[in-house]
């Protein structure tokens, strides 16, 4: 009965947050888009790239009018490439590079910026923005042949997959289309570009004296993708 009880005042709280004037002009949206990386070419003797991914990303925004909101997006993505790792081995004697192991790039990345809606009362609504944020980024690379024995991962290192760990600062820009479905709901379909500089970065899991690094490189990743928005409140349509 109390766990009943508990609950009860759990919905009604809910149903007071859903119509309070406080939460007028939020909403809040999940997403998903497929993203093509553009190859770095200012990088030394390679051309790293991040390839195809896929990302998922919740945006929120606070419309402060019909035509200009502030909005933010967490997202969480993957990505397929290569890049360029360097190292010394033969006793440290000989720097050796490898720039053709594969190499998936795992973020986790949160932005806030200003959106504007210039004819917002449309069918078909466009709007674009910009924002700016950071994000944690994972690199794992997969080394074989030759590569891998140098690094002292074959054999005894079987199995195990060297990653650099970093928080990066990352700028996006998006320009969209925007329809509403009926109830408060919304369909959106986004176009963006975000961009990132990834550091030179240390590889944990490889021997000290290798000083193995990941070369520093440019994220520039295109993105596509589609958007499901829902208002935090129904005092929130306007």
């Known amino acids: 009965m109390v766990r009943k009880a508990e609950f009860q005042r759990a919905l009604a709280l809910a149903g007071l947050l859903w119509t309070s004037p406080a939460l007028a002009g939020a909403e809040l949206g999940i997403g998903v888009d497929a993203s093509r990386d553009l190859k770095d070419a200012k990088v030394g003797q390679s051309v790293p790239g991040m390839g195809t991914g896929l990302s998922l990303r919740a945006p929120a925004r606070w419309r402060l009018k019909d035509s200009l909101a502030v909005r933010a997006d967490l997202g969480l993505g993957l990505a397929f490439g290569n890049d360029r790792v360097e190292w010394r081995a033969y006793e440290t004697m000989v720097p050796v590079y490898s720039d053709t192991h594969s190499t998936t790039l795992s973020t986790l990345g949160i932005a806030l910026g200003p959106e504007l809606s210039p004819w917002a009362s449309t069918a078909v609504s466009p709007y674009f923005g910009v924002m700016g944020g950071y994000m944690w980024a994972r690199h794992w690379h ?41 109830n408060g709901l919304a369909i959106e379909v986004e176009a963006g570009y975000n961009v990132a500089f990834m550091r030179e970065a240390q590889l944990a899991q490889t021997p000290d004296e290798l000083d193995a690094v990941r070369v520093a490189y440019g994220l520039n990743q295109l993105k596509l993708g589609l958007n499901l928005v829902i208002p935090l409140s129904k005092g929130s349509e306007s």
């Open 142 to 182: 997969r080394f074989d042949g030759m590569a891998e024995q140098l690094l002292g991962l074959a054999g005894g290192g079987q199995g195990v997959h060297p990653y650099t760990d970093q928080v990066v600062p990352m700028v996006q820009m998006h320009i969209g289309g925007r329809t509403e479905i009926g």
